[in-house]
């Protein structure tokens, strides 16, 4: 084993990588949920953004006055393809926002954890399976 174990660390850190920012949003979601407030917020409109493959994504913008009378107006961190009617311009939805910082919100319905928890199984998945490869390749030497 010369140099071949140095193309192990492409899918260990890609595998790191992943895992970092799964388990970020999955905690970032958690501290939402325990310390987060709530409150009924207004669609005004989408953020409209394309990818390099021109795949269009519709960030739904959220418009609130916080508890100690601020108003917010931020756009979702998640985009989808389409938007439904739940979602449309003028609809109400609640929210749920840290009081410290309003930039960190969640439209309930809207931003879930699903994209948080795909990137933490894969990056378990590559980074558990590659220090396995590594030390099989180890122990077999």
């Known amino acids: 084993m010369e140099r071949e174990w140095l193309f192990s660390l492409i899918p260990l850190t890609i595998g ?7 388990v970020n949003g999955l905690r970032r979601a958690s501290e939402l949920r325990r310390t987060g407030v709530t409150a009924e917020a ?5 953020d409209v953004r394309r990818d390099n493959e021109g795949a269009t994504f519709y960030h739904p913008v959220a418009a609130w006055t916080t508890r100690d009378g601020r108003e917010c107006e931020y756009s979702s961190r998640f985009g989808r393809g389409s938007v439904g009617d739940d979602f449309g311009v003028g609809t109400f939805v609640l929210v749920q926002y840290d009081p410290e910082a309003p930039r960190r919100f969640a439209i309930q319905g809207w931003d879930g954890t699903t994209v948080d928890r795909v990137f933490t199984v894969l990056g378990s998945v590559f980074t558990a399976g590659t220090l396995v490869v590594l030390l099989v390749r180890l122990l077999t030497l």
Request: charged share 15%; with cysteine.
């Open 42 to 46: 207004r669609i005004v409109r989408h």
């Open 16 to 22: 790191v990588l992943f895992l970092c920012f799964g």
